[in-house]
C-alpha cells in the first residue's frame, strides 16, 4: 500500500492542483473534483489515495480523496487545513449525520430513510439509507470503498442494527457488482416491510441497485395521500413498483392505473397493493412503453384526474431514447391532454443538469403550447434526509411540481 504509513497510521496526502480558473469556485467550497479543473492527474495513481487540494498559486483548498465516478476524481472532504483525513474524520462526519436523523430514528410512521447523503453530509460518492433496521451502503466508486473498514465499524458500533448490506455502485472488471451484497449481522428476509406514512413497502436489499422505492419522493407520495388523490382516476407513468399508484389508492382515489416498461413492474405493484390490503384487481397495472400507451390513451380520448410523470433522467427502449432534459416538455405536453379539467398533474425530475428555473420553463412552455392555463400548487425538493451541500447544487437535484390543470389558456 503506497499512501498508508504504518508507523503513523497515517493516511499519506498527494498534492493536487488546481486550474486557476477553476480557483475561485474550490475555494468558495464547491466539494466535486472535476477532471478538467485538475492539472496534475498523473499524480492519481490509486484509488483512496489521500488528497491535499491547492490551486496552482498554491493557495490550500481543501483535502479529500481519489475515486472515479462518472461525476469526477474525487471528492474534498474538508476545508480546514489542520484536519487530517483519517479515520478520525470520517468517524465524525458519520456521527454527525447520524446525529441530525435523531427524529427520523424515533418516528415510527415512516421507518426508511436517508442516513448519510453523500456530499451533503461532507463525504461524496457515499450514501447510506435505513430500513427498518437494516442498513445499504452506496459506495459510488473504488476509492470510497477503501474505506469500508472504517465506516462499516462505524456504523456498527453506533447504530443498534439488525443487517448490513452494501451495493457497489461503480465498475469492477467492466461489471457492476449487483448481486447480494450482504455484509454482516442478519440476513433479510425479502421483501422487508417499512413503513412510509403508515403505508406498508417492500424493499429488496437483494435485487441490484433498485430496491423497491425512491424515498426522495416520500412527501410527494403524501401529498397524494392526503390531498391530491381523493375521488380522482389516476395515471401513473413510469410507475416502477407502483408506489405512487398505491399511496393514490390508500388517499382515496377512484382507481390507479400504473404503466411501466418493465416486466418485473407487474407483479411487484400488485405485491405492493396486496400488502395494503388492497386487491390488485381493481386496479389497471399495464405493462408497455409509456410512449405508446400515450398514444393509444389520446386515440381513445381518456381523460384521467390525476397524472403523475415521473420518469428516468434517460431511457432507451426498443422504440424510443428518452432524455429528461430534451423530451420532458413533450411528454409533460402530452400528459396535459389526457388530464381532465381542474385535474392535477404531478411533475417530476430528478435530472440534476435541468435546474428548477429551467424546468418551471418547460412547465410553461408545455401548458402554452397546449393553450391550457395551469396552476403550480405545490413545489417539492429533497427530504430533510437528503442533506444537501449548498455549494454543490447538482446534489439538489429533485424537483416536483404539483400543477393544477385549468381550462383553456385564453378564458383567464
Ligand atoms: N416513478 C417511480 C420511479 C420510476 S423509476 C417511483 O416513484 O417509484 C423509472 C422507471 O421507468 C423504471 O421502472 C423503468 O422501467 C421505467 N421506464 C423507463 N423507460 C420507460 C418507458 N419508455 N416506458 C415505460 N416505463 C419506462
Known sequence: MIDVDEREGLWMETTIKINMSFSKKYRSGYPLL??????????????????????????????????????GLGWIVTDKKDDLVDEGLFRRKLIKAFGRRRSFFENERTTAFRLFNGEGDGIGGLTIDYFD?????????????????????????HTA????????????????????????????EFPLIVKENGVNVAVYLNEGAMVGVFMDQRHVREALLNTYAK??????????TGAFSVFATLGGAEKTTS?????????????????????????????????AFFKRAEKRGDRYGLVILDPPSFARSKKYTFSAAKDYSGLLQQAIRL??????????????????????????QSFREEGISYKVVESHSLPDDYQVDRHYPEGNYLKVAIIKRLGQWNEE
Open 34 to 71: 472535476l477532471k478538467e479543473a485538475v492539472v496534475n492527474p498523473d499524480k492519481l495513481v490509486e484509488e483512496g489515495q489521500i488528497l491535499n487540494v491547492i490551486d496552482e498559486e498554491g493557495t490550500f483548498i481543501g483535502k479529500g480523496y481519489y475515486g472515479l465516478q462518472n461525476k
Open 133 to 157: 433496521g437494516f442498513y445499504l451502503i452506496n459506495w459510488y466508486s473504488e476509492g470510497i470503498y477503501s474505506f469500508k473498514s472504517t465506516i462499516v465499524d462505524v456504523l456498527s458500533t
Open 161 to 188: 442494527y439488525r443487517g448490513i448490506y452494501e451495493k457497489k455502485r461503480f465498475a469492477t472488471d467492466g461489471k457492476y457488482v449487483e448481486d447480494d451484497d450482504f455484509i454482516m449481522g442478519e440476513r433479510g
Open 339 to 364: 388530464t381532465e379539467e381542474d385535474g392535477i398533474i404531478v411533475a417530476s425530475i430528478n435530472h440534476s443538469g435541468v435546474s428548477r428555473k429551467k424546468f418551471r420553463k418547460m412547465i410553461d
Open 259 to 291: 404503466v411501466d416498461l418493465a416486466n418485473r413492474s407487474r407483479e411487484k405493484t400488485a405485491e405492493h397493493f396486496t400488502l395494503n390490503n388492497v386487491d390488485p384487481s381493481t386496479q389497471h397495472i399495464i405493462v408497455e412503453d409509456v410512449f
Open 231 to 240: 375521488g380522482r382516476t389516476v395515471l401513473n407513468t413510469f410507475s416502477y
